[in-house]
């Protein structure tokens, strides 16, 4: 039986792109490079690419790019996508949970919740982390992602604030419970894929508190970590995470 992110995303490479949440690509991007300090040399590896937005527009600034993901009509888009604005970028099919990268990357990025968070157990996402230190290089190696905000969901309702950010046509969540011994957020979401059919996904997603976070990326032998409030499209070391923030930006250095 597939996940819910594996239906999701087998044919909804089109409506995706038109989500909310994937507007901020061009400012995104430009923090990574300003993380980077613009160093064209330097190898990125972009797990989750999803339909590429982060590994077309870095390629397009010229980076070295390799964007992975495990849904094949999500990479048949991105292709797509780098041929039509006629950049370059290595896109692979591979699960995040079983990569074998290793010491290959100057910089990993996993954007919008890249398959970090979405799997069904803790080991699994562990495994993510693990598998996207691996391929970074042991020497000042760099580490960039986004994920749910534990904090955000003791203050506030999830499908509340899902529900502000809808626009027409764009996934609607009916129902959310958040679990406060686990800090997984359960949902019912129907989406219209890009056939036009119908979907009921029983959606299970994890939120991270950042003691968490910090703990995890020790382990893996990170030795400078840094976690921000991550805004769509503007990602700063000025902004300071809060009970406000839906996502949760972090930053972590070899």
């Given at each position: 039986m597939k996940q819910w992110y594996e239906a999701l995303f087998e044919n909804y490479a089109n409506k995706y792109e038109k989500e909310v949440f994937t507007k901020g690509t061009k400012g995104e991007c430009d923090f990574i490079e300003k993380e980077i300090k613009y160093n064209k040399d330097l190898r990125i590896l972009d797990i989750g690419c999803g339909t590429g937005r982060h590994s077309i527009e870095l390629a397009k600034r010229g980076y070295p790019v390799t964007g992975i993901d495990l849904s094949e009509s999500m990479l048949k888009k991105a292709e797509e996508n780098a041929k039509r604005e006629n950049v370059k970028v290595t896109f692979e099919n591979h699960d995040a949970r079983k990569l074998s990268f290793k010491s290959e990357f100057d910089l990993t990025i996993m954007m919008c919740e890249g398959g970090f968070s979405l799997m069904e157990t803790d080991e699994m996402n562990f495994k993510i982390l693990e598998n996207a230190s691996n391929a970074l290089k042991q020497k000042k190696g760099k580490l960039i992602f986004t994920t749910l905000n534990g904090l955000f969901p003791l203050f506030h309702s999830v499908k509340d604030f899902i529900d502000s950010k809808k626009e027409e046509g764009n996934a609607e969540c009916t129902e959310s419970t958040f679990d406060l011994m686990t800090f997984r957020e359960h949902n019912v979401t129907n989406v219209v894929d890009d056939d036009g059919n119908?979907?009921?996904?029983?959606?299970?997603?994890?939120?991270?508190?950042?003691?968490?976070?910090?703990?995890?990326?020790?382990?893996?032998?990170?030795?400078?970590?840094?976690?921000?409030?991550?805004?769509?499209?503007?990602?700063?070391?000025?902004?300071p995470l809060t009970t406000e923030d839906f996502e949760m930006l972090i930053i972590a250095e070899k």
């Open positions: 119908e979907k009921e996904l029983h959606c299970n997603e994890r939120y991270y508190v950042p003691s968490e976070i910090t703990w995890m990326l020790k382990s893996l032998r990170f030795t400078k970590i840094d976690i921000f409030g991550a805004k769509l499209g503007a990602f700063s070391r000025n902004d």
